[in-house]
């Protein structure tokens, strides 16, 4: 399968908001709901923030929102904060027990 | 979640084979399918392979040959091994926890390790 296409980078000031988007196919993004996100700080582990489209796990802060239209998904990160400089990526099962992963996103916080 | 820790050697030479293990703490391996997953410099994400906690593993078509995912039930941890690694397998390495078993699937990979920066280079 191919990478699910992010922008490479986005950029919001403090307190405002960043809309990520991720693409895929009618393989992947577009048939399943399976689609999750990944905050990434340079040296750590990854971190599941959003999974099935827009589901949140405990303790993830609810300025981070997920949806889906098509076979594109988004992440919004409302009220950035300084914290939330770092890399995202998403995911999403593309069948046959498969998972694909997206090209991640650089997010700066101005 | 789950805490997992990962090592391995950073340095190989071409031909040499990857062996990488992750320590899995604060939960269990049944219901998990437990996964690798590496990232060249400069480039996306790719899944290697995963195996469950009945041994069952699914591997990467293009790494299959090379590619060994083993599960030791009894210290709770996951191993690696590529061999015959080429400059075409730097990356950072991962291990990452898949819930799709259990009673209440994420569907995600809800756990991951640090990472472990692997460099081919004769």
């Known amino acids: 399968q191919s990478a699910l296409t992010q922008p490479p980078s986005a950029s919001g000031s403090l307190g405002q908001s960043v809309t990520i988007s991720c693409t895929g196919t009618?393989?992947?993004?577009?048939?399943?709901?399976?689609v999750s996100w990944y905050q990434h700080h340079p040296g750590k582990a990854p971190k599941l923030i959003i999974h099935?489209?827009?589901k949140r796990p405990s303790g993830v802060p609810d300025r981070f929102s997920g949806s889906k239209s098509g076979n594109t998904a988004s992440l919004t990160v409302s009220g950035l904060q300084a914290e939330d400089e770092a890399d995202y990526f998403c995911?999403?099962?593309?069948?046959?027990?498969?998972?694909?992963f997206g090209t991640g996103t650089k997010v700066t916080v101005l | 979640q789950a805490l997992l820790q990962q090592w391995g050697a950073g340095l190989l030479k071409p031909s040499e084979t990857l062996s990488l293990t992750c320590a899995v703490s604060?939960?269990?391996?049944?219901?998990?399918?437990w996964t690798w997953i590496r990232q060249p410099p400069g480039k996306g994400l790719e899944w290697i392979g995963e195996?469950?906690?009945?041994?069952?593993?699914k591997y990467n078509p293009s790494l299959w040959r090379r590619l060994s995912i083993s599960l030791d039930t009894s210290k709770n941890q996951m191993s690696l091994t590529l061999s015959s690694v080429t400059a075409a397998d730097t990356a950072m390495y991962y291990c990452?926890?898949?819930?799709?078993?259990?009673?209440?699937?994420?569907?995600?990979?809800?756990?991951w390790g640090q990472g472990t920066l692997v460099t081919v280079s004769s």
């Open positions: 009618s393989s992947d993004v577009g048939t399943y709901t399976y």
């Open positions: 604060g939960g269990s391996l049944h219901g998990y399918y």
């Open positions: 990452a926890r898949l819930d799709i078993l259990t009673s209440y699937p994420s569907w995600a990979f809800d756990s």
């Open positions: 195996i469950n906690h009945a041994g069952n593993t």
């Open positions: 099935e489209v827009f």
């Open positions: 995911s999403s099962y593309a069948g046959s027990n498969n998972y694909v």
